[in-house]
């Protein structure tokens, strides 16, 4: 749990990597030099095993598997406190009313372990991981829609979300739509939206022309690298949906800035891989 932890804080994705050395390639002047220095911050990560932002985030961990286990939750807090030490990770979990921390990424409510029962996979286990940071978290916005504004709602919502963001999320920014489920559900599939891979598209058409359609309006919006201004506001758009109540239009959209921490750790038997 610990190595996984470290591989992703220390590692960015390949797919993200790719697409940030694509748009670096056309783009010019200081929206250019902003991605170069970003280009050069991953390398640096990578080859000296520290993580790539001072900020680790918060670790939300998706878990899959034929069975739930207290053994599951056990290896996550273990491995978290192992990496807070080793990687090292800042020490981000407060208290919400007092501030106080206890220097661990533990504590009431932590670690975020979302569950999801897969029958096929056995004994085995399937582990997404991602760390989220302040920055991209505090700009991220919830809407509960009047259900005749439809797609022209939920692309407004969005536009309005990444217009107020700004630079605040450290663009380029990946962006995660949830619609339709209640309020914590749409929040819910806008994290999980962020799982999927830049290079991996939806087999669904509707959401599918909404990805590319957003990806076009938002990088119209000018924002450019770090907010200076590029034809490269977002990276991708991945969109997650679920049926809702016939009077409901919920709408939640998950910023994630260029460092899009986020990996899969699979055990399967007694092997163990991460998965990039």
Not at 53 to 73: A, E, K, Y
Not at 150 to 170: F, H, M, Q, Y
Not at 211 to 234: C, F, Q, W, Y
Request: hydrophobic share 40%; aromatic share 4%.
């Amino acid at each position: 749990m610990a190595e996984a932890i470290r591989v992703l804080e220390t590692e960015l994705p390949r797919d993200i990597e790719c697409t940030l050395r694509e748009v670096a390639g056309k783009e010019e002047g200081l929206a250019a030099e902003v991605l170069g220095m970003i280009l050069a911050n991953v390398d640096c990560a990578r080859e000296g095993l520290v993580p790539m932002c001072q900020d680790t985030g918060s670790l939300i961990f998706f878990l899959s598997s034929g069975r739930c286990s207290p053994v599951h939750r056990d290896a996550i807090e273990g491995g978290i406190r192992m990496a807070t030490d080793s990687v090292p990770l800042r020490a981000n979990t407060v208290q919400p009313f007092t501030r106080e921390n206890e220097g661990n990424n533990l504590g009431r409510g932590n670690p975020i372990i979302h569950f999801e029962h897969d029958p096929s996979l056995g004994e085995d286990i399937v582990l997404g991981i991602m760390a989220k940071g302040a920055g991209s978290e505090n700009v991220g916005r919830g809407y509960m829609l009047e259900p005749d504004l439809g797609l022209p709602g939920i692309r407004d919502a969005v536009l309005e979300t990444v217009s107020k963001a700004g630079g605040k999320p450290c663009p380029p920014i990946i962006l995660g739509v949830g619609i339709g489920g209640t309020a914590e559900v749409a929040y819910l599939l806008s994290k999980k939206a962020l799982m999927r891979r830049l290079d991996a598209a939806t087999d669904d058409p509707q959401a599918d022309a909404l990805e590319r359609d957003l990806m076009k309006s938002v990088n119209e919006l000018g924002i450019g690298p770090m907010g200076l201004g590029g034809r490269h506001t977002a990276l991708g758009v991945r969109v997650e949906w679920a049926h809702c109540h016939t009077a409901s239009l919920p709408v939640a959209v998950s910023i994630g800035c260029w460092a899009l921490r986020r990996v899969t750790a699979e055990w399967r038997g007694e092997a163990f891989r991460v998965v990039r």
